[in-house]
Each structure stands twice: as C-alpha cells, then as structure tokens.
C-alpha cells in the first residue's frame, strides 16, 4: 500500500518570518556558489530552454553576475557555436581570436564580424603568423566587397605586444596609439592574443561580471544522457564551457549518474546533475560526484508533468529535502522552476537552494531567442517548455534526434506518439536583462534585510519559514483596490 509523506509546501504557501537586522539592503552579499568550482555574484542562473537561453541571453547574464544555461534543442556544432560566442564575446584577453586569410573576401570578414558583434578580425597566414589587421576603418569605404583582404588591410609592422603583457601595459599601448586592437604575438610573430579596448570598457560597465581565470565570461550548457550527449558534452568542452548541466526531467535515474561519473572522470569541467525533488534523488548525485544538483519536478510554469504524470513535488519542499544531502556534503543547490516573483527567490534561498533558475521570468526580456510579438497594442514573446510538441518539432528540424529529447517517451519516434509535458505560450515582454535582473536581486537584497541576514550562508541557518493560508496569500497580494498601474517588480498572475 502506498505511503503517505507531509503535505509539501510551495512558494505561495509560506512566509519568512521577519528577524531582527543590523544591515542595509545594500549591505546584504548576493554572491552564491552555482557549484563546488564557481561563484556567482547574482545567484540567477537562466533556464536551458530554447526560448530563453542562446549566446545572447548567456552573455548577457554573465556580464550581470549571473550565468546562462545554453539549451539542448540544437545540433552539437550550433550548440557549440553558441558556447563559442559567449567565451569570444567579452574577454581581458582573447586566447584564440577569430581571425582571416588575406585571401578572404571584404564579404567573408563583413560575416564574421556580424557572427561575433566585432569590428575587425586580425590576419595571418597559413601558418599563422600575424600579417596584417582589417577593421571597420578599413572597410567603411569599399564598396566592392568581392575585394581580398590583403588589398585593404592595415599591413604590418602593425602595433603589438607579447603574449603575458599586462593589463596596464596593453591600456597604454592602445591608447598611446590611438588604436582599437592590440594583437599579441610570439618570438616567432605567430598570432597568441588579442586584447581589445572594448574589454575594457566592459570591465568597467559591468563590474560584476562572472568570468573565468582568462578573463572570459562564463556560460554553461545543458546535455543529455547517452552516445550522443557524450559526443554533445566533448563538443561543448572544446569550445570551452565551464559547466555541463546533465538535464534530465528524472534526474533520479541510473542513466544521470553514470553520465556524471563519467564527465567527472574524463574531464575538467563543472558537472551538474538533475532534475531531482527528493532527498535520496539529491544524495544519488551527489554520491555520483556532481558539483551540484538541480531540484524541480514540475514547477515550471509551462510544465504539465503533475498532471500528466501524476508525480513531483512542492518546490519549497523539495529545495528543502535536496539540501538536507547535499548541504551536508558541500554540494551548491539550484532551486529550478517555479518562481513568478523575487521574493520567491528569497523564499528559494531561505529553503536551502544556493541559486535559483529561471524561464518565464526571463523568457520576456530583449535578449532571450525570438521575435516580439504585438498583440492589441501590447508586447510579448513566445515561451514554450522543453517538453511541448513545439520544441519537439522544432528539435527535429534543428537536427537533433527526436528519440534524445528531456522527456523520456519522446522516444518514441514519431511526432504524433509524443506525450508531452510541456506547454506553448507566450509572455509580456520585459525589456533587457539588466533591468529585471535589478528587480530581482532589488527583492532579494530587501528580503535579506528583512530576515537580518548579510549572505546566502546566513540565509541557510538562519531564517524561518512560516506556512500560511489561503487568507493569508491574498493578504500579500495587492488586495481591495482596483489595480491601475502595474510595478516593474509586480504582475498579476
Ligand atoms: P519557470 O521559471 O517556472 O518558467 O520554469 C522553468 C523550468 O521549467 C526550466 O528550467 C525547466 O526545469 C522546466 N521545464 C522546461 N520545460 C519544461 C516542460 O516542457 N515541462 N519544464
């Protein structure tokens, strides 16, 4: 006979109790661990689904502290790709910068540099070595565009330095020549480097910014399990992610623990495993040696796993249960799903969850995949789950298998067998990352104040959840007033 468990307890089910405090809101530190070998200065991390997080939205959450989670439901090479863009995107220095033959074509670099937002790529031969720079300067005033490179280049001797120049050293290079880009080279003139003042300039627009030990911002991207999420996972590392999420929706299965294992064992990387809801799902990964372990069965907001299958768990539950194992073994927990408000996020961090990710509540922004739509005068962009019949479909035009989706009876073959668990639809528009995630961490820094709490750790031991009732949500909700002006930090659901 079946067991009956507590009730489980999601975010409109419970309050943090306020506690005494001796901070300011803008004292409290919002640095988490997003895993056991990278912090966070913003713990938000954008979801892998195919309406949320490509290279744009990736960068975009790095250069606010955050990370991006690039999706699965493309090809390996374009998955890469988009990883490819984000580690090029912004970096003290490029380590391996995209460069052409004087032999390309004005077309050939106009292409280029629209694929990685540059304004010029450095030349060499075929053996490398530097021979010359084309940028924007160059090209502004060809009109024929089937003209070599090495027509309209800056030749050499161009200005340069060598690799393992400083930072200041490269600043009073670039601007004591006026120039854009400073190429580094090697004893034998082979290209290693290139540093670019919009490098700087970005350093200082975003301070906060998640970057590797290069410099680079930092991205993550979620894979599968099996044959071709091995060949996935090495395509990835390549183009140099820092971490793998092996994104399954029953994360508490032998298949995730075996791909951990052997992700952990043959590579580098930053291995994160789920999705799981349950204590022991949590304490399987982390036995399986993940850098942390993402909790949600069904919260998402698109998802309709409880009602189709039956089964998940409230997510504040759930967060709960998951770091009551892997709290204890130093493992980071992402609360996944679920969350329409930043004080969910608090009540996330409260319940035991390092970071939290996010669909819907960045699907809406400029930077996520696909158009605005217009809809009596109002903005929106479409948001799907990685489960629906659209992504399905999508997925198979985009040359990933079917048979490999998140969603275990995708396997079946055909469109017209699937069971979904996801739904399409579509969200208001927002407006660009950096002001909702203001909002966002705005709301966490205010509920931190509230709990007397001055880092995420504190938030940990510290707080209290108190369960309320129905009353007592429409209470928290703008109540007996007819609502005319909506806040940035409020919509109602
Ligand atoms: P939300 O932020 O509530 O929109 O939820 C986003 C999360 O929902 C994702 O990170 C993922 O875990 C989950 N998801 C994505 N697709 C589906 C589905 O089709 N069921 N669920």
Redesign the pocket.
């Given at each position: 006979m079946a067991k009956f468990t507590e009730a489980g307890l999601t975010f409109d089910d419970v309050l943090l109790v306020p506690a005494y405090s001796d901070l300011q809101p803008g004292e409290a530190d919002t640095s988490a661990r997003l895993s056991r070998g990278i912090t966070l200065r913003i713990p938000l991390i954008s979801?892998?689904?195919d309406t949320v997080t490509e290279a744009r939205m990736a960068v975009a959450m790095a250069r606010q502290g955050g990370i991006g989670i690039l999706h699965r439901n493309l090809s390996i090479e374009d998955q890469a790709q988009q990883a490819d863009l984000v580690k090029r995107s912004e970096a003290g220095m490029v380590t391996n910068p995209v460069t052409c033959s004087p032999e390309d074509t004005l077309a050939d670099v106009e292409r280029l540099c629209a694929t990685y937002r540059i304004s010029g790529v450095p030349v060499t031969d075929e053996t490398g070595v530097l021979v010359g720079i084309v940028t924007n300067r160059d090209m502004r005033f060809e009109t024929d565009h089937s003209r070599p490179v090495r027509e309209v280049m800056t030749q050499m001797p161009l200005v340069t330095a060598p690799v393992g120049v400083s930072r200041d050293d490269a600043f009073a290079l670039l601007r004591q020549n006026k120039i854009e880009k400073l190429p580094l080279v090697d004893a034998g003139g082979r290209l290693r480097g290139l540093i670019t003042v919009k490098d700087f300039t970005k350093s200082e627009q975003y301070p906060l910014a998640t970057k590797d030990a290069d410099g680079r911002l930092v991205v993550g991207a979620a894979i599968g399990v099996g044959e071709d999420a091995e060949k996935r996972a090495a395509a990835l590392i390549d183009a140099g992610v820092d971490v793998i999420i092996v994104d399954v929706a029953h994360g508490h299965s032998k298949g995730l623990a075996d791909m951990i294992f052997k992700l952990k064992a043959n590579s580098g990387v930053e291995v994160i495993g789920g999705?799981i809801a349950t204590r022991s799902g949590a304490q399987m990964l982390v036995d399986a040696g993940a850098d942390a372990v993402k909790v949600?069965v069904g919260?998402?907001?698109?998802?309709?796993?409880r009602v189709v299958a039956g089964v998940g768990a409230p997510q504040v539950t759930a967060i709960h249960e998951a770091s009551l194992a892997a709290g204890p073994a130093g493992v980071p927990v992402i609360g996944?799903?679920?969350?329409q408000y930043s004080g969910d996020i608090v009540k996330a961090i409260a319940a035991g969850a390092d970071t939290v990710?996010?669909?819907?509540?960045l699907a809406g922004c400029e930077e996520s995949p696909g158009e605005l739509i217009f809809i009596n005068g109002k903005q929106f962009k479409s948001y799907r789950?990685?489960?629906?019949l659209g992504?399905v479909r999508n997925r198979e035009r985009g040359g990933a298998s079917f048979s490999k989706d998140r969603y275990a009876q995708a396997d079946v073959g055909s469109e017209d067998r699937f069971i979904p668990?996801?739904i399409e639809g579509q969200v208001p528009y927002r407006g660009p990352v950096a002001a909702v995630a203001h909002q966002l961490v705005g709301g966490l820094r205010q509920g931190m104040w509230y709990a007397g709490c001055r880092t995420v750790e504190e938030m940990h031991t510290r707080c209290e959840l108190m369960p309320i009732t129905a009353a007592g949500l429409k209470e928290s909700h703008p109540h007996d007033i007819q609502m005319t002006v909506e806040a940035p930090n409020y919509h109602r659901r």
């Open positions: 979801a892998a689904m999705n949600g919260p998402g907001s698109i998802c309709t796993t996944d799903g679920g969350l990710m996010l669909g819907s509540l789950g990685m489960g629906s992504a668990e996801g």
